[in-house]
């Protein structure tokens, strides 16, 4: 088990289809119909900003079930709530410092873990309420059964964009005290 970022792994090639994945979510949010940028900005639409692919930020690491996962409400953008299970915690090193993530999922799902989080990047780089990774089984998992939670991938909620999303808020378990700066940020570094 590697609780590090994946060192085996070439850079150019990473950081390549890490740039692919991004045009196609850009063309996504230009012209899809389902897009969360209001029909009325897309003309101007330019496309998303975003970190430097980075592949220190990407790590293959255990999913730590909790044995009794406990149901937890989470507020949203819009006073709404939604109930997640918090099924368990992943434990990385982020730039030499331990961190615990925890992996939550919605009641009924069996295959999809969101994990949202805050880091020192937020409200300065990205998104002030936080940024999300969604994690898809067999998808985001190696062939020894890990899990890849690659950093690279956070993106911001829909309600960045548009006060027409209501999104959940990053549970307080989630308030990392580290810098990612990867994934999605508002503007140009």
């Known amino acids: 088990m590697s609780t590090d970022s994946d060192t085996d792994i070439d850079p150019e090639a990473y950081a390549e289809r890490v740039r692919e ?3 196609k979510k850009d ?5 899809h119909p389902r897009s969360p940028v209001p029909q009325s900005e897309r003309a101007g639409f330019s496309g998303l900003n975003y970190f430097d692919p980075d592949p220190a930020y990407r790590f293959e690491a255990t999913l730590h079930e909790h ?4 149901r937890i409400t989470v507020e949203t953008t ?6 997640y299970d918090n099924v368990g915690e992943f434990r990385i090193t982020v730039d030499g410092e331990d961190v615990t993530v925890q992996a939550y999922r919605s009641p009924g799902d069996e295959y999809r873990l969101w994990v949202p989080f805050r880091d020192e990047t937020n409200g300065e780089w990205t998104y002030p309420a936080g940024r999300y990774l969604d994690l898809e089984d067999p998808d985001a998992r190696t062939d020894d059964g890990d899990w890849v939670l690659d950093f690279n991938e956070a993106y911001n909620p829909y309600c960045a964009y548009s006060e027409a999303y209501e999104c959940p808020l990053v549970p307080m378990g989630n308030w990392l005290d580290v810098e990612i700066p990867a994934g999605e940020t ?3 570094e």
């Not at 063309?27 to 012209?31: K, L, N, Q, W």
């Not at 044995?67 to 406990?70: C, H, I, N, V, W």
């Open 27 to 31: 063309e996504f949010f230009a012209e």
């Open 78 to 83: 819009q006073d709404g709530a939604r109930e």
């Open 21 to 23: 994945d991004r045009r």
């Open 186 to 188: 508002l503007s140009d």
């Open 67 to 70: 044995d009794d996962p406990e």
